[in-house]
């Protein structure tokens, strides 16, 4: 589908990357973006995108997909239970429809597919190995369009993302709260994006993403996630965290934190140059330096 000489995009997934990227690419296409709320319809127009009522969870939603767009940008996560994304497994049979079919898709996966690797670096080529169910659901989404796309002539180019973060993403609540972190020589590595570059990366791989290809779409910085909280500390005048022992920290915070700090590995981005699309931000520290608190 067309309109004014315009070629239309499908997003799926309109949070804060999506909104940044229907912005960005309504000046150039039809953007049309699924959303489960009428609620949000609103704010989808503000950004030049057509909202679409939907529901991956419910695939007889879905049937206004059919044929709508030949690029299609899939960003929602899978379901919060289980190991197979049916979402995607939902979204795939719907956009497998129609005459107008799908010839580009791009979803956003997670770094979390590696697994623990104990500080070593990881690429593209390196296995995954995922120790959460969270992580085994990305791994299937993956797998699962791996297989679709070739079989139906779709040109699939999958980004992992590590941790997501911009002026309101990050962790100041937990150093307010004076959240413990590890010690140095426990501590794990983390790996970063801004918002903005992701979703500049994401809209160039509309144009430069190559047909089944993963690209770890990270900075490639290498810090250890102790640092990063001190380093955001420094930046706005606040208290580093206390550091404790793994023995200790995994009894006082959230399951679904100690999964993030337990694995450790540092992601590399050596691939990120076939999107043509340099970042604003290549670290975390050159973000701070723009921060009002920061000198």
């Given at each position: 589908?067309?309109?004014?000489?315009?070629?239309s995009?499908?997003?799926?997934?309109?949070?804060d990357?999506?909104?940044?990227?229907?912005?960005?690419?309504?000046?150039?296409?039809?953007?049309?973006?699924?959303?489960?709320?009428?609620?949000?319809?609103?704010?989808?127009?503000?950004?030049?995108a057509?909202p679409?009522?939907?529901?991956?969870?419910?695939?007889?939603?879905?049937?206004?997909?059919?044929?709508?767009?030949?690029?299609?940008?899939?960003?929602?996560?899978?379901?919060?239970q289980?190991?197979?994304?049916?979402?995607?497994?939902?979204?795939?049979?719907?956009?497998?429809?129609?005459?107008?079919?799908?010839?580009?898709?791009i979803?956003?996966?997670?770094?979390?597919?590696?697994?623990?690797?104990?500080?070593?670096?990881?690429s593209?080529?390196?296995?995954?190995?995922?120790?959460?169910?969270?992580?085994?659901?990305?791994?299937?989404?993956?797998?699962?369009?791996?297989?679709?796309?070739?079989?139906?002539g779709?040109?699939?180019?999958?980004?992992?993302?590590?941790?997501?973060?911009?002026a309101?993403?990050?962790?100041?609540?937990?150093?307010?709260?004076?959240?413990?972190?590890?010690?140095?020589?426990?501590?794990?590595?983390s790996?970063h994006?801004?918002?903005?570059?992701l979703?500049?990366?994401?809209?160039?791989a509309v144009?430069h993403g190559?047909?089944?290809?993963?690209?770890?779409?990270?900075?490639?910085?290498?810090?250890?996630?102790?640092?990063?909280?001190?380093?955001?500390?420094?930046?706005?005048?606040?208290?580093?965290?206390?550091?404790?022992?793994a023995r200790e920290?995994q009894?006082?915070?959230s399951?679904?934190?100690?999964?993030?700090?337990?694995?450790?590995?540092?992601?590399?981005?050596t691939?990120?140059?076939?999107l043509?699309?340099?970042?604003?931000?290549p670290?975390?520290?050159?973000f701070?330096?723009?921060?009002?608190?920061?000198?």
């Amino acid at each position: 589908m067309q309109s004014f000489g315009k070629p239309s995009i499908l997003i799926i997934g309109c949070g804060d990357i999506g909104l940044r990227v229907a912005r960005q690419l309504s000046r150039s296409h039809r953007v049309f973006a699924l959303t489960s709320s009428q609620n949000r319809f609103q704010e989808l127009r503000e950004v030049g995108a057509i909202p679409i009522l939907g529901n991956l969870d419910h695939p007889e939603s879905l049937w206004r997909l059919s044929g709508l767009a030949q690029t299609v940008i899939h960003l929602a996560p899978p379901q919060n239970q289980g190991n197979r994304d049916c979402r995607t497994r939902n979204l795939l049979r719907i956009l497998a429809q129609g005459s107008n079919a799908v010839r580009r898709l791009i979803y956003i996966s997670t770094t979390g597919v590696y697994g623990d690797h104990r500080g070593a670096k990881v690429s593209e080529v390196t296995p995954v190995s995922p120790q959460s169910e969270r992580a085994q659901r990305r791994v299937d989404a993956e797998q699962v369009l791996r297989l679709w796309g070739p079989a139906h002539g779709v040109a699939v180019t999958i980004l992992r993302v590590p941790g997501i973060y911009a002026a309101d993403r990050l962790p100041i609540e937990r150093l307010q709260s004076q959240t413990p972190a590890l010690l140095p020589e426990e501590d794990a590595y983390s790996n970063h994006i801004h918002s903005d570059d992701l979703a500049r990366l994401v809209c160039a791989a509309v144009y430069h993403g190559k047909p089944q290809r993963i690209i770890n779409t990270c900075d490639g910085g290498e810090t250890k996630m102790g640092d990063y909280f001190d380093e955001v500390a420094d930046a706005f005048g606040l208290e580093r965290p206390p550091r404790k022992p793994a023995r200790e920290l995994q009894k006082i915070v959230s399951p679904m934190l100690w999964s993030f700090m337990r694995e450790s590995r540092r992601v590399t981005n050596t691939r990120l140059h076939e999107l043509k699309t340099p970042l604003r931000y290549p670290s975390v520290a050159d973000f701070l330096k723009t921060t009002s608190k920061n000198p």
